[in-house]
């Protein structure tokens, strides 16, 4: 009896400090709402462009709390799909109760779970993100055309290397001010798809589609499209 008074109370106090906290994906292009296969967006390169596709991994999320304290995600990665609009929820559950000041998080898949061939749930090479086990995982894809451009109109991103000197595996920390008292929390979060063109022209970096030097200099802008709303 004594015991099972133990688990309830257990049980009680969980429930009473823990909530369920979503982060909610809002992509976008500068100050456009980002959809594929529906608009033309311009570049600060003054290029046309249209999307088509667009998918990539994120995983390793740390909520790091304003005492010190941090809870980590149970799931590792995510594969965030825009044709796919429930994977623009990310659900962690029973977080503390707390202040949360920075969320860190990875984007790609990391060179130790390349390296274990690690191929459930997201990281199924069925779902077209997986090159061979020599190139791994691809941790970023984007592709569309380029509307007013006189050659190349066609660009495909194809991010991805986990094996030095090509690693893209990349980690980034934003800012948050988020108190978490309620069941219900939720939080949006900002990726801003205009940050890969600032430094590249679309015809003139049409192919990225294998580890190389390219690939991780690309992979080295996309910390940058992260934000949170606040």
């Given amino acids: 009896m004594k015991y099972f008074l133990i688990i309830i109370v257990t049980f009680f106090l969980s429930d009473c400090f823990a909530s369920n906290f979503r982060i909610k994906l809002s992509h976008k292009f500068s100050d456009e709402v980002f959809a594929l296969n529906e608009k033309t967006y311009t570049s600060v390169n003054n290029e046309e462009l249209t999307?088509?596709?667009?998918?990539?991994?994120?995983?390793?999320?740390?909520?790091?709390?304003?005492?010190?304290?941090?809870?980590?995600?149970?799931?590792?990665?995510?594969?965030?799909?825009?044709?796919?609009?429930?994977?623009?929820?990310?659900?962690?559950?029973?977080?503390p109760e707390g202040n949360i000041k920075t969320i860190k998080f990875s984007i790609g898949v990391d060179s130790l779970t390349n390296s274990n061939g690690l191929m459930e749930g997201d990281l199924d090479p069925l779902k077209g993100m997986y090159w061979a086990w020599s190139s791994g995982f691809i941790n970023f894809k984007l592709e569309g055309s380029c509307v007013n451009c006189e050659?190349?109109?066609?660009?495909?991103?194809?991010?991805?290397?986990?094996?030095?000197?090509?690693?893209?595996?990349?980690?980034?920390?934003?800012?948050?001010?988020?108190?978490?008292?309620?069941?219900?929390?939720?939080?949006?979060?900002?990726?801003?798809i205009?940050?890969?063109?600032?430094?590249?022209?679309?015809?003139?970096?049409?192919k990225v589609m294998s580890p190389s030097k390219t690939s991780k200099c690309f992979s080295e802008i996309l910390p940058q499209m992260f934000s949170i709303k606040l």
Avoid: C, W
């Avoid at 991010?159 to 980034?172: D, E, K, L, M, N």
């Fill in 51 to 95: 999307f088509s596709r667009l998918k990539y991994y994120l995983g390793n999320i740390v909520l790091n709390y304003d005492n010190g304290d941090s809870y980590t995600d149970l799931v590792r990665y995510h594969l965030i799909d825009l044709d796919n609009p429930e994977t623009m929820i990310l659900e962690l559950n029973n977080v």
């Fill in 194 to 206: 205009g940050e890969v063109f600032l430094e590249n022209k679309a015809s003139l970096l049409h």
């Fill in 151 to 192: 050659s190349n109109k066609e660009f495909t991103y194809h991010i991805g290397g986990f094996i030095a000197p090509y690693q893209s595996f990349q980690t980034t920390l934003v800012a948050v001010e988020q108190e978490v008292s309620d069941k219900d929390v939720a939080i949006e979060m900002i990726v801003n």
